[in-house]
């Protein structure tokens, strides 16, 4: 197959020139896609492609948004395009594996991932999303590594309730849980807890660590009854009525 | 890319080098291709006639000599050297002084006397009144002749006549009144007399009868025959004239007889009987000497004369008696020695006017040899010249004229005797150059008439011969001159401008012949310039100045000569061109410069002043100075006057010149200084022919400096340019090009794919068409535009070969699997693809697993399992796709082996549940064997899923054995030893689906495999042994995008 010129044409016709980006042009892209409209975000991109036609920036953008739009195959094409130019780019690989993941090609998506997530920082989207997968399969051992550095360094934007970080904590506590470290487990979740975090999925591991682990009943009490303010989840909510008679039934 | 990009500056460097370089052939038009479109000038040289030849030289044709008459009768009644107007005066003196008489005795008796008497003075008064209107008749004919006077004379003898009447009148009256009188003869022979004078010849006649019959004897009588004679005389009745005539040479004592005997001659030679004539004529002569040695003319008509008149008739009679030979002894015989070599003289001249030169040579050759250092021999000679000149004999002619000049000319011997002569030397000297010349320009007139080479070397000789033996340089610049024309005529040009430069050496700037030779000698000498192809030769390849070659720099003396005396007009503006030219062809650009700025100057309308112009244009384009060409164009553009046509060009050379001027600029600059450099010249000529060259490359430098967004405004301004040249039109097809790449990098994808399909469309044969079909085919299907996609795959494939073509089934293939909705196309495609042929065996296994998987889907049991097959098969035989292979197996086992596992149900009745254990377990143990063939193909994945449904089947065989219903005969503790045993037997099978799951579990992480199957094994192992809390938990598992700060 004569393979297509694009990948060819990424080659930088010349590395002698500095390449400015003006800042305003990615404060406009940033803007643009927000509205999520196509041709803005084309227009926007180009205008920094035209300046540098690798700019990591615009080029991410442009697959992040062609990936949001289910355009895989655009998305893919963008990141690979990316890739080639920044070989050592884990923000392209790692969306590349997102991009494959949608496609259902799993076993392309873990590659990509583990390689954005090699040499990546330990607080990377990659690593996140790494970690998310290891907990998802209960490998806990390899998650427990990098989720303690994320932790350490997202723990305070807890506050912010950053989804990212909610998730992280959860899954950390999850594995903390996994490992049988239950005290550091319950230092976890408190942290969640003390930082306001309202997330049910969170709030029920939580509750059900309580109620199996914790030493204080009335505090497994509280984390139930705020669950239980919380969801609208009847599933969830039978979970939670469910725990509430285990600790009922606990001495 | 960057290849393309320099490609395309290459391009653009050719076109500036085009510029520089001095090979034109079959290139693109350039500054130089249009400046070397120098038309030649051509001076064409004047045609110069030839001086008419002299009068010595008017061709004599022979003379009809029989038509000479003897001169009139009435010059004869008086002697040479008798003055008419004398003797007029006296006959009216005598007519006064009779008329006075008669009237006075008009009543006497002798009237009659005084009547015939003053008749006789009318009648001498009537012969005076008609000789000297006759004579002066004559004389205004001669003029007339010479062209001296314009009317046309007229001889009027009314006069005479008036006379005569009277006399007629008084003779009348005599014989009314005195017939018997002794005069009445007389009477009546004036009275026939008076009436022929006036006309009257009848009565005059009558009159002359009545004489000779009523008076026979009377003197009158022979008056009268006399008359009569000359009456047929005139009437050129010769027999009849004679008749009369005889009645008079009867007697020698008339006083007619000799004037009688002479008209006799005449009688005779005009009937032919010429040597009796002559002998009359010898007899006149003789009369004439007895009476010179006599005491008079006693009354007869002067014999002297009449002798004379003989003398010089017999010149006329001689030639049809004698022969030349005998000339000089008949001359001498008859008119005495000393008027011999005179009358031969004139015998030659005769012989001349008669065309007999044989004859006339002999006697002028018996003349000169006489008298060799004579004058006349000298003149002689002169007209033996003439003669042969006229009667266009060459060879003797010539022979003729060269005795002339080595006998008569400077230092012969005739010269040196007549050396004291010195006016008959200088005429003599006037005369052979004045021959001489009108000959040589006679023989030239011949040769430009006749084209001819001989006539053309005949006259070059003549010239030759002028120049060395001519001392005189009275007429050297009209020799000079025409020996030019001739020499140019015969094609030596170098010995014409000579010739010609003679002519202008002499400095004589008012002569007639200057001007012309000044002109000329520069044209000869322009046809010795060099062929352009000559020039090619001698410049060849050098940029220094040339020198000129020997007969260049004649030209150049010649024309600057010309030039600095004729500083305008005529074909100054042609001739400066030509030598400015050459200047320009040999490089000599510092003389070259002012030479054609000056023509523009002075002739700015004149076409050569637009040659000029390209000439400057393309020397300041050699020498590659374009800011001076810039420079220079802008200072043409200000004189007045200049054609459209010549603005025109230098407009566009100015244009192109700052392009050059910009293109020289930007060398060697970074591309985005090059790209703003180019962008100036864009502003400036913004109708410059570079325009389109102009926005190219500013859009390359652009492109080239990162500043891609200015690339594509200029590609974009390139393609939608309406241009004509095919350069352009390729600059059009080429930013076409650039633009889809640059679209494409600039990430508009979708106006690449556009701009892609368009160019492919457009330029179907281009042979990157077909790529570009794909490229925008691979575009539009990332854009999930799947109608546009398979039209640009489809046309690519329908162009491609082989695999190439092949491999193209199983992207559509993969594109309409993607859709979902179309599974037949996607297998079909897929199957297409398995038929053709592809250097990629791995996609083969994927197409086939891809059917399968299809058929899969769509519940097609028997097609998947057919296909999963052809996936193991072909994996097998390809070596390649072993994930594939191991996940089509895994697959067939699951649904068959397990299945079959699966089904089999232990019965209640414990007859054959023991049968039934045994199978199963014999499918276990088959199951387990083949799972080991999934992992032999040692893909992690399904090894995983291998281990994870060998724990799932033997956590079945334990659940199974469990879950048998209790045999019904079986009571109490019988019950309890039955559980015990089936726990006995069940749970080994539970413990090693435990081991199978923490070993499927424990490999996908070693393996760092994370799917459904460890997911499954996961939550077989929870419900085997469940792990406290974490199986409760639930895990965020969202994916994160990376947004890389946006």
């Known amino acids: 197959m004569r393979k297509i010129l694009l990948c060819a044409l990424l080659i930088l016709p010349s590395h002698g020139f500095a390449k400015s980006v003006d800042k305003s042009l990615y404060e406009g892209l940033s803007k643009v896609m927000k509205l999520k409209n196509e041709k803005n975000i084309v227009e926007a991109v180009s205008k920094i492609l035209a300046i540098d036609e690798n700019d990591v920036k615009a080029l991410n953008s442009l697959a992040v948004f062609y990936y949001e739009a289910k355009k895989y195959n655009m998305a893919k094409l963008v990141l690979d395009r990316g890739i080639k130019a920044h070989p050592n780019n884990q923000d392209f690989k790692n969306n590349l594996a997102l991009v494959y993941f949608a496609k259902e090609e799993k076993r392309k998506a873990l590659v990509s991932l583990k390689e954005a997530a090699t040499g990546a920082k330990s607080d990377s989207e990659a690593n996140l999303n790494l970690t998310s997968i290891y907990v998802e399969h209960r490998d806990y051992e390899k998650a427990l590594g990098p989720l303690s550095k994320i932790y350490s360094k997202i723990k305070s934007k807890l506050k912010t309730k950053s989804r990212a970080a909610v998730a992280l904590t959860n899954n950390y506590a999850v594995s903390q849980v996994g490992t049988k470290d239950y005290a550091s487990a319950e230092k976890t979740f408190k942290s969640a807890q003390e930082a306001g975090v309202r997330d049910t999925n969170l709030l029920y591991n939580y509750a059900v660590f309580m109620v199996n682990q914790g030493k204080n009943k009335e505090d497994a009490y509280k984390v139930i009854s705020r669950l239980k303010f919380l969801t609208e989840d009847q599933k969830l909510l039978r979970k939670v009525e469910l725990l509430e008679k285990t600790l009922d039934n606990k001495k | ?1046």
């Not at chain 2, 008949?330 to 001349?352: C, H, I, P, W």
């Not at chain 2, 084209?451 to 009209?478: E, N, P, V, W």
């Not at chain 2, 020039?535 to 070659?549: L, N, R």
């Not at chain 2, 060409?629 to 060009?649: D, E, I, T």
């Open chain 2, 1 to 1046: 890319m960057v290849g393309k990009i320099l490609k395309y500056l290459v391009i653009a460097f050719f076109f500036s080098s085009l510029l520089s370089t001095s090979a034109y052939a079959k290139r693109k038009k350039t500054v130089g291709d249009i400046l070397r479109k120098i038309e030649k000038v051509k001076i064409k040289k004047k045609k110069t006639f030839l001086p008419e030849s002299s009068k010595y030289l008017a061709p004599k044709g022979k003379v009809n000599l029989r038509s000479v008459k003897p001169p009139a009768s009435n010059r004869f009644y008086y002697d040479e050297g008798t003055s008419e107007q004398e003797l007029e005066k006296i006959t009216d003196e005598q007519i006064n002084h009779l008329y006075g008489m008669t009237q006075k005795f008009s009543k006497s008796k002798r009237r009659g006397e005084l009547w015939v008497r003053l008749a006789e003075l009318y009648v001498d008064k009537a012969k005076l009144i008609e000789l000297r209107l006759q004579t002066d008749y004559d004389n205004k004919l001669k003029l007339k002749s010479e062209g001296k006077i314009k009317s046309v004379p007229k001889l009027n003898l009314k006069p005479a006549e008036a006379y005569n009447k009277k006399s007629i009148q008084l003779y009348e009256y005599f014989v009314r009144d005195f017939p018997k009188d002794p005069k009445m003869d007389q009477a009546l022979f004036f009275l026939g007399y008076n009436y022929f004078e006036i006309g009257k010849k009848k009565a005059g006649t009558k009159k002359y009868e009545q004489l000779t019959k009523r008076f026979p004897k009377s003197p009158y009588v022979d008056e009268s025959n006399f008359a009569l004679g000359e009456y047929y005389f005139e009437r050129e009745k010769w027999k009849s004239a004679k008749k009369h005539y005889d009645q008079i040479s009867k007697n020698k004592r008339s006083r007619l007889y000799s004037f009688a005997l002479y008209k006799t001659a005449w009688c005779k030679y005009k009937t032919g009987r010429t040597k009796s004539g002559l002998k009359d004529l010898e007899r006149v002569i003789y009369e004439g000497r007895k009476a010179k040695g006599g005491s008079g003319a006693g009354g007869k008509v002067s014999q002297i004369r009449l002798a004379s008149e003989a003398a010089k008739d017999i010149v006329v009679f001689y030639p049809e008696v004698y022969k030349a030979q005998n000339a000089r002894s008949y001359f001498t015989r008859v008119l005495g020695e000393k008027s011999t070599d005179k009358m031969l003289g004139k015998l030659a001249f005769y012989y001349v006017d008669k065309g007999n030169k044989s004859s006339a040579k002999y006697i002028f050759k018996q003349l000169i040899s006489a008298d060799p250092f004579s004058v006349k021999a000298y003149e002689y000679q002169h007209e033996i010249v003439k003669m042969y000149q006229a009667a266009g004999n060459q060879k003797v002619f010539k022979k003729e004229l060269f005795a002339w000049i080595e006998d008569y000319g400077p230092g012969s011997l005739w010269r040196k005797e007549n050396k004291s002569k010195k006016k008959l030397i200088a005429d003599s000297d006037k005369l052979i150059e004045s021959t001489l010349r009108n000959y040589i320009l006679q023989l030239h007139q011949t040769a430009q008439n006749s084209r001819a080479k001989y006539s053309q070397k005949l006259a070059k000789d003549g010239y030759d011969m002028y120049f060395s033996s001519i001392k005189d340089k009275t007429h050297a610049d009209q020799m000079n001159f025409f020996n030019g024309e001739l020499l140019f005529d015969m094609q030596d040009y170098v010995g014409a401008a000579k010739s010609y430069n003679k002519v202008v050496a002499t400095g004589n700037k008012k002569g007639k012949y200057y001007n012309q030779s000044l002109l000329n000698s520069v044209l000869s000498l322009e046809k010795k310039i060099p062929s352009a192809s000559e020039v090619q030769k001698i410049v060849g390849k050098s940029k220094e100045p040339v020198p000129f070659t020997t007969n260049l720099k004649s030209f150049e003396k010649a024309t600057l000569k010309y030039l600095s005396e004729n500083d305008k007009g005529g074909d100054t503006v042609a001739i400066r061109y030509r030598l400015g030219s050459l200047y320009y062809y040999f490089r000599q650009y510092d003389k070259a410069l002012p030479t054609l700025n000056k023509i523009i100057k002075d002739n700015p309308k004149d076409k050569h002043a637009q040659y000029s112009v390209n000439q400057i244009l393309d020397i300041y384009n050699k020498k590659e100075d374009f800011v001076g060409l810039s420079s220079v164009s802008n200072q043409l553009l200000k004189v007045p006057g200049l054609s459209k046509a010549a603005v025109a060009k230098i407009t566009k050379v100015k244009g192109d010149a700052d392009y050059q001027v910009t293109e020289k600029a930007i060398a060697g600059k970074d591309p985005l200084a090059a790209a703003d450099e180019l962008m100036k010249f864009i502003q400036k000529n913004p109708k410059s022919n570079h325009l389109t060259l102009s926005k190219f490359n500013a859009a390359v430098n652009y492109e080239k400096a990162g500043k891609m967004n200015k690339a594509i405004g200029l590609y974009n301004d390139v393609m939608n340019s309406r241009v004509s040249a095919a350069k352009d039109k390729d600059l059009k097809k080429k930013a076409r090009k650039f633009l889809a790449f640059l679209y494409e990098r600039t990430g508009q994808y979708a106006k690449a794919a556009g701009m892609f399909e368009g160019f492919a469309k457009k330029f179907p044969k281009d042979p990157d068409s077909t790529s570009y079909h794909f490229n925008a085919a691979v575009i539009y299907n990332a854009l999930d535009f799947y109608t546009s996609s398979i039209r640009n795959y489809t046309i690519f494939q329908k162009r491609s070969k082989g695999s190439e073509r092949n491999d193209v089934n199983y992207t559509i293939a993969k594109m309409w699997d993607r859709r979902k909705k179309y599974p037949s196309k996607a297998i079909a495609y897929y199957d297409k693809f398995l038929k053709g042929p592809t250097k990629n065996p791995a996609s083969r296994i994927e197409a086939a697993y891809s059917i399968a998987r299809i058929h899969d889907k769509l519940r097609r049991k028997s097609l998947s399992e057919k296909w999963y097959k052809k996936v193991i098969y072909r994996q097998k035989k390809a070596g390649v796709g072993a994930s594939y292979a191991a996940e089509a197996k895994f697959k067939l086992i699951e649904r068959n082996d397990f299945k079959a596992f699966k089904n089999i149900k232990i019965p209640a009745n414990s007859a054959k549940m023991a049968g039934a254990v045994q199978k199963k377990l014999g499918l276990l143990n088959k199951l387990q064997e083949k799972l080991k063939l999934v992992v032999a193909y040692d893909d992690a994945y399904q090894i995983v899923a291998a281990l994870a449904l060998q724990g799932e089947a033997q956590n079945h065989m334990a659940d199974s054995i469990y879950r048998a219903p209790i045999p019904r005969s079986l009571k109490g503790e019988q019950v309890k030893q039955y559980k015990a045993g089936i726990d006995k037997l069940a749970k080994p099978f539970k413990d090693q689906a435990l081991v199978s799951l923490d070993a499927s579990i424990k490999k996908a992480y070693d393996l760092q495999v994370y799917d459904k199957n460890v997911l499954k094994a996961l939550s077989l192992r929870d419900k085997i042994k469940p792990q406290p809390m974490v199986n409760e938990m639930k895990v965020l598992k969202s994916l994160w995008l990376s947004r890389a700060g946006i």
